[in-house]
């Protein structure tokens, strides 16, 4: 590992109430006691891959090289889909082999960074017994566990060349600009899409339709217009964001995941 | 204490909002400042004991040896009830004595492990100002945090034989089969009951009753099942649970905690 | 720093389900590896600088001397408002300059602590790219890291003297007693008022009047009633509060932050 201090990250669906997450870092501390744990979220949909894929793909670039990220959203536990680990640039990560990792993998690709996938198969590696619905406690806390004790990668099972992945939604180009959609829904009603601000930039003119109104230009951020105003601007990642000043931009238009956005520019 | 690196795990009441959570972290710290401290749950529902008993022996056994537990859901707090430290084979409590350690102290007798209790009445190791309504911060935080920092269990108070103590749901043996209870109702909407697993091992023929529906059989896991369908499972604890393939059975059958499940087996 | 443990506690409104709070542990590790990191709340209500302001009042004084206390409540993000660091007594904050610490540079003046103010403009401790709207993750993350990591307070940015601060409500002399003000309305739906127990000392009969409702004399703690009661305490800091007996004075009242309580004193 990179890292003199081992740091881990968890993102799953498991929910704060049930004590699952607080299971799993017990797991953990039991095999690298001095790690550091953050939770990047327990409340992603329950079984909603999309939103963890999301979620995960924008936290762990800001974490330090040799960090550990264990996501588990796995409607498929206890069947024969495979137990995941990727290392992916400097950054390693531990989930069911669901497409989870889908965005991770395809921007290491897209920067040509290193990608290496095991399939989680060596059981020195496990809990000693496996159930067959809590494989977060049994196969990726200990696993992912171990891999931030120093295990290299490669000792935690057999290396694997076609982890899956799902297509992420992209916007398209039309005559008159842009049809983007709706990637991510906030709790601040913020909705974010997956038109990026380098293909819109320059751009001395545009307009953006949603749920049938209309936004005109970009602003600079929340505190530049009056609250309640309805805005398009450019989010902390770099990509188009719809919001309503000190307000919630879902509440107003009612939009879901997948939504279109059309976007008009005149160059 | 067993580890190097001390641990703490904390499974309240005290809710995610207010920062009483926070402040129980500032108070440990203080004087342990190496602690490695998870939250097992602050969501219990407020002063369910049941709750929040179950909710800490689901996850307290995957800690590791001398691990530290705090568990504070204290509607006594301010009056007469006792603080209660305990050792519980190799792991540590600290909470008030009003039944949250109840399973913990069956399973521990049941297993034959060393069990011994404290009445934490030594004010040395309390914060020197205690408040009427917070000993989660007051006393409950500073006696686990000089447990877990090497202060002997017994320094903290005076030894007693008598925590309280409640009688848990157990499954009751019929003329067909097994009368068995809701225990646990998680955020998924699964139903765990008090049935376990070597109660109706080998049963070549199981058929379950819950809320006027009938489950036939024992299904390996979520994923061997179409989404929407209602199955019986093993969980990950070794008990009977009822769930809706990605979905939620509470939901779906309306049930809450203590209602029945009747079970038909035909050896 | 006073700790050879660094120790940051975290007061957002970014929510648990989108991430945002494990970007900010991220970065915080990328900086300082060895930070314990506490929870204090985040979900304040979003923009709700007073109910930030109130939360971490109330649980910083009880971290150990040299804690960094990060509180980002920041509808301003992204305009001209200053990035603040902060210096009052022993413990250090970071935050946007709108009033979040005003409760705290109150109590150091009144208790004749020092107090250091510095706008966080000095970029070398920023990450390298500022978003326009996460400036959690782009500067108080880091600033509050290197802070905690050990740069002193005063390489961060300039010195400032005239740091945002909004009025606390305080409850008024009457000529029958008070009138105090909620202030607060926790997770169990217990309300704290603006009024201290010092104020009423030595009163030997009192009267509160809240919501058409009369509660006589104060309550030793919720357990000395019946469930169900509408009682007077005294909270845990020592201020006034209103409560149900395992239950929700709340829920009873209907009340909200600013509402009125009228106190009648027969000394």
Excluded at 77 to 87: D, I, M, Q, S, Y
Excluded at 157 to 178: A, M
Excluded at 217 to 225: R, T, V
Aim: negative net charge; charged residues 20%; aromatic residues 8%.
């Amino acid at each position: 590992m990179e890292n003199d201090v081992p740091i881990i990250s968890l993102t799953t669906d498991f929910g704060i109430r049930n004590g699952f997450v607080g299971v799993m870092k017990g797991v953990i501390w039991g095999i690298c006691p001095h790690a550091q744990i953050a939770d990047i979220s327990h409340t992603i949909a329950p079984q909603d891959i999309l939103e963890g894929a999301y979620t995960l793909w924008r936290a762990a670039p800001f974490y330090p090289p040799g960090s550990v990220h264990i996501a588990v959203v796995d409607p498929g536990v206890g069947t024969h889909r495979r137990p995941l680990g990727a290392k992916l640039g400097n950054q390693y990560y531990i989930s069911p082999d669901n497409g989870l990792l889908s965005p991770l993998i395809d921007d290491a690709e897209r920067n040509h960074l290193e990608t290496k996938f095991i399939s989680l198969d060596n059981p020195k590696y496990w809990l000693p017994k496996i159930s067959r619905t809590f494989h977060g406690r049994d196969i990726f806390s200990p696993s992912g566990a171990h891999l931030a004790a120093g295990v290299p990668l490669e000792d935690l099972g057999s290396v694997i060349t076609d982890p899956v992945r799902f297509k992420l939604s992209r916007p398209l180009r039309t005559s008159i600009g842009w049809q983007a959609h709706i990637t991510v829904v906030d709790i601040f009603g913020n909705l974010t899409t997956d038109l990026q601000s380098v293909d819109i930039l320059g751009a001395p003119d545009i307009l953006f339709r949603i749920a049938g109104k209309e936004i005109r230009g970009l602003c600079e951020s929340y505190g530049h217009k009056t609250p309640g105003d309805l805005i398009a601007l450019v989010d902390s990642e770099d990509f188009i964001e719809i919001a309503v000043v000190n307000g919630s931009a879902n509440q107003k238009l009612d939009c879901k995941v997948g939504d279109l956005v059309e976007v008009v520019v005149n160059k």
